[in-house]
């Protein structure tokens, strides 16, 4: 029964154990999550860390609630143990006649052996006297005796027989009861494996799903979603400048002056300042910087790639453009 | 395409990091298979903790292998950084023209600039001589001016406008060559991210065996069962002893005297020191020492309860006398 009380604690300890286990799991889980969302967020494969990021998160979660699982499954472990010791106390209690029984016996037992000695010695006395031919009054005392002596072990015997009969009643009803009891305990402890049992597999399923997720994000995140989303976010526009034309001197740089035809707005993200209305209206407008060329010829040929099939790499004229002049 | 590179890194250093979580966690799991083959092994509970054991073992097996495959696949991402970093540096090469291009086309804007002002400002002179009434001759001296500078801007549009064509050329062919690049990187990421994906599956289907497999042996070790093998590992036997009778003495103690009838040998593991052939006549016999009653007489509550339903808790007798003693 002890050893029961001992089976309840080493299942609390290993559960424990296997509690800490999933928590640095979980944790480690969550670390990794956040190295994912410090992925870069450049480049055509920026939106895949995101993916990442999410399964990370979530089986950190899973392994986080089998934690919580296998913390609540402790407390019942413990609250089982201790309902353990209370039964275990009364039985003790119950067992009060099985012990008496049992030293009773072991008394007796001792009385027997005495009893079944003297007899056998008074047997050897009585015929070492009828060999040595002794007086015959001497004989008849020997004998009478080793008669008192076989009585005296015949009811030794009997007394014995009787106290064995208490004691195999007694030992009987003890262990039928340890018997019951350890099959409750049995029953109670398969009981909780059964909860560890169920935690670990409903955390399975749900690390399953997970895994579908993954699987299933990075189906649906195609090659071409991911260039178009870069082209979008890196891109600056879909129009293609018109060619230079010769530009007439009409008092243009009067500031009441003549009309000035103007462009569409288009921004690129990151470069620099915007201009909230840039003049577009030629390459000679007056941002014929640097950058304005790169602009309008970026955007001239993200014009002439606009069509299916060759589409959405303006960025990569960018691309080009800084990768050119870091070299 | 440097960011492709880093989505390279980055993505074997996040597996690296899979990796080594997966690491930990076998570990983890194997001390705790460590711990549960540290479970008692008294009691009727000692055989669940093979169970864990098992159980926990191969959970351990199974995440060591995910971070062999984790690392077979940081190899894998390795090889293949190392072939993208060739096939940039290859591409760089073949971007010189691109390069050109460009260049020629910031230097002609740079042109056309200059170009243009010269014009205008030779307009805004002629109109300003008109408006003050110069002299004829400086009138027409302006006017051939202003027709030079528009002849050299038109010259400048037409050699931008050729030099534009020339860029978009290159330009387009290298977007075209960076798009191919991109998508051949992209592939090639999620191939690896496929690989990953499928070792996480198969080590989730892996695990989820090892939980059924738990399950079922904890359901096919029954409560009689577990029962049963205590009793059979720590009883004494199953044959009740005879009842105490009359013990005749005729010369039992001469050595060359009278037949002794001698009875089934039968052990206790692990209760001192064994008889090969113990005299179990009857409870009489020599050996008559606690020791021998207590065999005895558990052997003897052995056999009444040796039928189905009250059989194998001979051990329960032991268990009760050595826990008895301990109060």
């Known amino acids: 029964m002890k050893h029961?009380?001992?089976?309840?604690?080493?299942?609390?300890?290993?559960?424990?154990?296997?509690?800490?286990?999933?928590?640095?799991?979980s944790k480690s889980m969550s670390k990794l999550a956040k190295m994912a969302s410090n992925g870069s967020t450049l480049g055509t494969f920026a939106p895949m860390w995101d993916v990442f990021r999410v399964s990370a998160d979530k089986?950190?979660?899973?392994?986080l609630e089998?934690?919580?699982?296998?913390?609540?499954?402790?407390?019942?472990?413990?609250?089982y143990g201790e309902e353990q010791v209370k039964i275990h106390r009364k039985t003790k209690e119950e067992m009060v006649g099985t012990v008496e029984a049992v030293q009773a016996l072991q008394a007796q037992n001792g009385h027997l052996q005495k009893s079944k000695e003297g007899y056998h010695a008074k047997c050897i006395e009585l015929e070492r006297l009828k060999k040595e031919g002794a007086p015959q009054k001497e004989v008849e005392k020997a004998e009478m005796k080793s008669k008192k002596a076989?009585?005296?072990f015949a009811l030794c015997i009997e007394k014995?027989?009787?106290?064995?009969?208490?004691?195999?009643?007694?030992?009987?009803?003890?262990?039928?009861?340890?018997?019951?009891?350890?099959?409750?305990?049995?029953r109670q402890m398969k009981q909780l494996i059964k909860g560890y049992s169920h935690s670990t597999e409903d955390t399975?399923?749900?690390?399953?799903?997970?895994?579908?997720?993954?699987?299933?994000?990075?189906?649906?995140?195609?090659?071409?979603?991911?260039?178009?989303?870069f082209a979008e976010q890196k891109g600056t526009g879909k129009d293609r400048p018109a060619l230079v034309g010769f530009e007439e001197y009409m008092t243009a740089l009067a500031p009441e002056g003549g009309k000035k035809s103007r462009g569409k707005a288009f921004r690129i993200p990151g470069l620099g300042k915007r201009d909230k209305e840039p003049d577009s209206t030629s390459r000679l407008s007056n941002r014929s910087s640097r950058h304005a060329a790169f602009l309008d010829w970026t955007l001239m040929i993200k014009s002439v790639f606009h069509k299916p099939g060759g589409r959405c790499f303006g960025a990569f004229v960018r691309g080009l453009l800084s990768w050119v002049s870091s070299s």
């Open 204 to 229: 399975h399923v749900q690390v399953g799903q997970v895994h579908e997720e993954f699987k299933q994000n990075v189906e649906n995140i195609g090659i071409d979603n991911l260039i178009q989303k």
């Open 4 to 25: 029961g009380q001992l089976a309840t604690k080493e299942l609390a300890e290993f559960i424990r154990e296997r509690a800490a286990i999933e928590e640095t799991y």
């Open 150 to 152: 076989a009585e005296s």
């Open 160 to 186: 014995y027989n009787r106290v064995g009969g208490e004691f195999e009643q007694k030992m009987s009803e003890s262990a039928q009861k340890f018997q019951e009891i350890e099959e409750t305990h049995l």
């Open 66 to 79: 089998l934690m919580r699982k296998m913390n609540d499954l402790i407390r019942d472990i413990n609250k």
């Open 59 to 63: 089986l950190a979660l899973c392994h």
